[in-house]
């Protein structure tokens, strides 16, 4: 099977972070770590494998001129 590298949840873009999981613990471990980071996070399972795809939206900072 090929993972795709992008894939969309309630139509927002998230990316894989290219790790196959072997359990859904393990992946829970990780995704509850890129949460608090501040990245959106969901967890997708294909045939026994454990997928994270998270994201994180880009703000722009404003100068204090």
């Known amino acids: 099977m090929t993972i795709p590298l992008a894939r ?3 139509n927002k873009k998230f990316m894989w972070d290219g790790v196959v999981y072997e359990s859904d613990d393990q992946a829970q471990q990780v995704m509850e770590g890129y949460a608090k980071d501040g990245f959106e996070v969901q967890k997708f399972v294909n ?3 454990f997928l994270v795809y998270s994201r994180r939206v880009a703000t722009v900072e ?3 001129d």
């Open 8 to 10: 969309k949840f309630d």
């Open 47 to 49: 045939e026994g494998q």
């Open 62 to 64: 404003k100068s204090g």
